[in-house]
């Protein structure tokens, strides 16, 4: 039995997802070591437990009080068709549940799998996406493990799967015909933690790691008469910092910005003439 702990955390115990997980913890401050097959590990500072679990399994988990929080993906989320709070999406293992069938196959529309068969490891995902789109006779069957070989094999028209790369279905003679829906990886939780403070305190920290990923520190000189120029184009989360320069013809500016428009904001500083741009990566921030 786990004693008196303040949290427990479960994370998927094998895959990306775990890796990922496992560098998101650490980011927000938690220490624990990784021991073989031992399925928790305890945190010695906060007495947190992380418990290592199968991704599916750990929003039911999360939804009957048995962790408090949970790292899954939002498919097993709605999969399981469980009451959970999402806290935060955490930008990786980024995917889509699509139906796919063979190559050769006639399916064009979800009409078209009407009376048809069809395999899924997300069955209530399939059941609930053609109930949606008003084809009520598709017979959804509940397959787990190597759901791609079931066409070959004649036992279903189609699946309903997880779709990253697509190579998984080129080797088996499938194609992707259209998508039930995006997935990634989130932060959930339940509404009733062991330690309230404590859950608050390790969904800021978490917060502060997204955060961190999202934005990165520039630092660049810029013209003093062009400064109101360079703010319109770096904005920054609230203001940029502006601090005087020996030479009163210049200013350095430092600013957040989306690391995702980067190179298109250092193209147009460089053009209004800022000099000594510098992107930073950052740890750790509170916005």
Not at 87 to 116: I, N, Q, T, Y
Request: charge should be negative; glycine fraction near 8%; hydrophobic fraction near 45%.
């Amino acid at each position: 039995m786990l004693g008196s702990e303040r949290l427990r955390i479960a994370v998927p115990s094998k895959g990306r997802l775990r890796d990922n997980a496992i560098e998101i913890l650490k980011g927000a401050g938690l220490r624990f070591r990784l021991s073989g097959r031992r399925l928790f590990s305890v945190c010695s500072d906060t007495d947190t437990r992380i418990i290592f679990s199968n991704v599916q399994d750990i929003p039911v988990l999360v939804a009957e009080g048995v962790v408090d929080l949970g790292i899954t993906g939002s498919d097993q989320v709605a999969e399981k068709r469980v009451e959970v709070v999402e806290h935060h999406k955490l930008g990786f293992g980024r995917c889509r549940v699509s139906v796919a069938a063979h190559k050769d196959s006639e399916v064009r529309k979800p009409a078209d799998l009407s009376g048809k068969v069809v395999g899924s490891s997300f069955a209530n995902l399939a059941a609930d996406y053609f109930a949606r789109e008003g084809v009520d006779d598709v017979h959804v069957i509940a397959i787990e493990g190597a759901v791609e070989v079931m066409v070959l094999l004649g036992l279903v028209d189609a699946i309903v799967e997880i779709v990253e790369t697509g190579n998984s279905l080129l080797e088996n003679d499938l194609v992707e015909l259209w998508p039930v829906r995006a997935a990634e990886a989130v932060l959930i939780g339940n509404d009733r933690p062991r330690d309230t403070a404590e859950c608050e305190r390790f969904l800021r920290r978490v917060e502060g790691v997204l955060a961190a990923r999202r934005y990165s520190l520039l630092e660049y000189n810029c013209p003093a008469d062009k400064l109101e120029e360079a703010t319109r184009i770096t904005p920054g989360f609230s203001s940029p910092t502006v601090t005087r320069l020996l030479d009163d013809r210049w200013v350095a500016v430092r600013v957040l910005v989306e690391r995702d428009v980067i190179h298109g904001v250092l193209d147009q500083l460089e053009a209004i003439g800022c000099v000594a741009i510098l992107e930073s990566d950052l740890r750790h921030t509170r916005l």
